[in-house]
DNA sequence: TGTACATCAGTGAACGCGCGTTCACTGATGTAC
DNA sequence: TGTACATCAGTGAACGCGCGTTCACTGATGTAC
């Protein structure tokens, strides 16, 4: 790995080591020093690859939207076999996000960052966001044409859902244990949101 | 308000203090020297009061608690006028208590503090918590007894999706603008869930 | 009512710490001849 | 292939800053006589 003088790829390594630290820390308690030390760097030496910390809590945030889109197109998969399939798949990825890749999760939603100050990670966010409402729309046209809800509502209720759930049952957090996994809640939770939707079947 | 050498009630404004400092930036960016400040007290006079920053933080989500919880026991009107009413009343309740008390909720939700370090804490969050949990039981009775999901579940889901819009919606949050107010999407939201428990008619 | 005194809520100076950031520098790497 | 040199990724020391916390102190308050 390190192979004297010049590191080789300071970087990503610097990207990896921000990652564990807020993965462990949360966003507030990453700091560019430490993640230098994690690095086996001076701190100025960062300074070689990134304007500043707050760049390169930028740049974790930019990959952790990167890999959140590409997870979402995949669980997407074209709409198929089914909208509805496609839909529920794209819920579920997100918390499978949240729980694979903490630290990306972290440092997207939770650091606060202001998506307008860095118009690139506003742009590869949106990326990610269009994918559920894609999925959102297309379940739109299944459903009985009066009484369609808008679907960017219904995406922005799964994506809340999706949140609060992670938030709030998959860390240790204040809105204390149940005795479901957060799976099991947002899977359920999905289900009966769709059967008031009309879209499954009210006895299953 | 300032009676010379001694302050008066200087607990609660320093309690204060630290509101309007969480409230507008954040639980990390509330500090006990800018607290003190605020409050036109050198910092080493806070520590007649509290232990440290984090006891001072603590009691602030303490008094946030209290107020939660009578607030949501008001929505939840003793289940009347309808148990449903009562729990489309706690939702809404979480989503104006956010509204109005920003600081008590980051400092309850945001802050990251230990519950199980501050057992009294944990007693007065467990308190707010049972009423949502009593209405969603409640509620529970008035559903076709083979079908009916735990209760624990659904006030899960609630509680969830709550906090989801808040977090995602009702700030500048990278969750994005939505055309919809948080309290319409949450309005909403809750109708679509409660159809799919089957305790509001279809056709609404 | 007036004085002596205990209490205790505040002051102000000082501390050590880790932070982000800067700067002049050094030495490894890779290219030109 | 070997040497001279430009490039540039890293070092190491230093900075100013605000933080939480401590300590000996002071002076206002309120009580006992």
Same mark, same amino acid.
């Given at each position: 790995? !390190?192979?004297? #003088?010049?590191?080789?790829?300071?970087?990503?390594?610097?990207?990896?080591?921000?990652?564990?630290?807020?993965?462990?820390?949360?966003?507030?308690?990453?700091?560019?020093?430490?993640?230098? !030390? &994690?690095? /086996?760097?001076?701190?100025?030496?960062?300074?070689?690859?990134?304007?500043? +910390? /707050?760049?390169?809590?930028?740049?974790? %945030? +930019?990959?952790?939207?990167?890999?959140?889109?590409?997870?979402?197109?995949?669980?997407?998969?074209?709409?198929?076999?089914?909208?509805?399939?496609?839909?529920? &798949?794209?819920?579920?990825?997100?918390? &499978?996000?949240?729980? !694979? #890749?903490?630290?990306?999760? !972290?440092?997207?939603?939770?650091?606060?960052?202001?998506?307008? %100050?860095?118009? /690139?990670?506003?742009?590869?966010?949106?990326?990610?966001?269009?994918?559920?409402?894609?999925?959102?729309?297309?379940?739109?046209?299944?459903?009985?044409?009066?009484?369609?809800?808008?679907?960017?509502?219904?995406?922005?209720?799964?994506?809340?859902?999706?949140?609060?759930?992670?938030?709030?049952?998959?860390?240790?957090?204040?809105?204390?244990?149940?005795?479901?996994?957060?799976? /099991?809640?947002?899977?359920?939770?999905?289900?009966?949101?769709?059967?008031?939707?009309?879209?499954?079947?009210?006895?299953?």
């Amino acid at each position: 790995m !390190k192979q004297g #003088y010049h590191h080789g790829n300071l970087r990503q390594a610097l990207v990896e080591a921000a990652l564990v630290l807020t993965a462990k820390l949360g966003p507030t308690g990453f700091t560019l020093s430490e993640a230098a !030390k &994690a690095a /086996d760097v001076t701190p100025a030496a960062v300074y070689r690859h990134f304007a500043g +910390r /707050d760049d390169l809590m930028a740049e974790v %945030a +930019r990959q952790g939207y990167a890999i959140f889109a590409a997870l979402m197109e995949f669980a997407y998969n074209n709409g198929q076999p089914t909208a509805l399939a496609a839909f529920e &798949a794209t819920g579920r990825a997100y918390l &499978a996000f949240a729980r !694979k #890749y903490p630290g990306h999760y !972290k440092a997207m939603f939770e650091s606060g960052l202001n998506l307008n %100050a860095h118009p /690139d990670l506003a742009l590869v966010a949106q990326k990610a966001r269009s994918v559920l409402e894609k999925a959102a729309e297309q379940l739109s046209q299944h459903m009985p044409q009066g009484k369609r809800p808008p679907s960017s509502m219904f995406s922005a209720h799964i994506w809340a859902l999706s949140h609060g759930v992670v938030e709030l049952y998959m860390r240790g957090a204040p809105g204390a244990q149940s005795p479901f996994t957060p799976e /099991d809640l947002l899977e359920a939770g999905i289900g009966i949101y769709l059967r008031g939707l009309g879209l499954l079947p009210p006895d299953l």
